[in-house]
């Protein structure tokens, strides 16, 4: 069993930067395609960022590419998305996923963090 534990999350200003972490346990990071999702109010859960298991190709939606950046440290079994130049629309709760397949799809996510809020004044 997976289990994910989200942190990093806040209040700031447009342009403004947060990094959120990922701690894992039960199983290394490093053979799980890690990544992030999203849920604003009102709207469906939705992809963010991903990192694969065996070579670490990341992948990005396109609203975040340039901004964000999905990274892994092995040695502390952490996966961190670092996100620089926010914007009000960026306000959502963040989820950590971990999909055994290990794509950086994330097409099969069995393991969800709580979440964590980000929140994004204009």
């Known amino acids: 069993q997976v289990q994910l534990v989200e942190s990093g999350g806040g209040l700031v200003q447009a342009g403004g930067s947060l990094r959120l972490s990922c701690a894992a346990s039960g199983r290394t990071v490093s053979t799980l395609g890690m990544g992030w999702f999203r849920q604003a109010p009102g709207k469906v859960r939705q992809f963010v960022a991903g990192?694969?298991?065996?070579?670490?190709?990341?992948r990005y939606i396109d609203p975040v590419k340039g901004r964000f950046t999905i990274s892994r440290d092995n040695a502390k079994n952490t996966v961190y998305l670092q996100m620089n130049s926010l914007k009000p629309e960026d306000t959502a709760v963040y989820y950590c996923?971990?999909?055994?397949?290990?794509?950086?799809?994330?097409?099969?996510?069995?393991?969800w963090g709580q979440g964590t809020q980000v929140t994004v004044s204009s």
């Open positions: 990192i694969s298991a065996s070579n670490s190709v990341t």
């Open positions: 996923a971990a999909d055994p397949s290990g794509t950086s799809r994330l097409n099969t996510p069995n393991y």
